[in-house]
T-cell receptor, first 114, second 108 residues
Framework: DVKVTQSSRYLVKRTGEKVFLECVQDMDHENMFWYRQDPGLGLRLIYFSYDVKMKEKGDIPEGYSVSREKKERFSLILESASTNQTSMYLC?????????????FGEGSWLTVV | KNEVEQSPQNLTAQEGEFITINCSYSVGISALHWLQQHPGGGIVSLFMLSSGKKKHGRLIATINIQEKHSSLHITASHPRDSAVYICAVHFGNEKLTFGTGTRLTIIP
């Protein structure tokens, strides 16, 4: 079975702290994604990566950066956490098969910024 | 603008009832996913389809490309089906656009 593992399930951080959210997948997928999920807004794409060291901005990249040094690992970085970044963060990966892309999600990381 | 709309937002039903959740999208797509999210956050992909109909156990997903509409059906619903069901579409590329989800509660 494909597994997407997010390193932290629950975090509480202070405003201004630097926060790292780590995601690892074990199926050699090219594509990896970071989303945040907020009530009434659904999932929104922050950044995605289609290869090592490659990244593209999603719909809401402001306040975030990412790192993909190895194919299996995609990190989301909050350079200076703010209270409006309190949210649930989901990592996902997919193996591109033309237009038919099966996507796999991690369990989610609940971040509270106080 | 590429949009995905789901209905209803919330649905409560008695155990055993037949459930239908709807998804409409604004322009042509390459594929559509139905996802299930249980309390606690993790999301599981139920179906990916680009045409016709798929069935897995008590779950059935259909898509009508001309009408830009998909439905997820649950037969003989059970309390363990209680979850948020999310429709997500590929508007021709790797990225997904998500609906806001339907919260389903099945009462014993």
């Amino acid at each position: 079975d494909v597994k997407v593992t997010q390193s932290s399930r629950y975090l509480v951080k202070r405003t201004g702290e630097k926060v790292f959210l780590e995601c690892v997948q074990d199926m050699d997928h090219e594509n990896m994604f970071w989303y945040r999920q907020d009530p009434g807004l659904g999932l929104r794409l922050i950044y995605f990566s289609y290869d090592v060291k490659m990244k593209e901005k999603g719909d809401i990249p402001e306040g975030y950066s990412v790192s993909r040094e190895k194919k299996e690992r995609f990190s989301l970085i909050l350079e200076s956490a703010s209270t409006n970044q309190t949210s649930m963060y989901l990592c996902a990966s997919s193996f591109s098969q033309g237009l038919r892309n099966t996507i796999y999600f991690g369990e989610g990381s609940w971040l509270t910024v106080v | 603008k590429n949009e995905v709309e789901q209905s209803p937002q919330n649905l409560t039903a008695q155990e055993g009832e037949f459930i239908t959740i709807n998804c409409s999208y604004s322009v042509g797509i390459s594929a559509l996913h139905w996802l299930q999210q249980h309390p606690g956050g993790g999301i599981v992909s139920l179906f990916m389809l680009s045409s016709g109909k798929k069935k897995h156990g008590r779950l059935i997903a259909t898509i009508n490309i001309q009408e830009k509409h998909s439905s997820l059906h649950i037969t003989a619903s059970h309390p363990r089906d209680s979850a948020v069901y999310i429709c997500a579409v590929h508007f021709g590329n790797e990225k997904l656009t998500f609906g806001t989800g339907t919260r389903l509660t099945i009462i014993p």
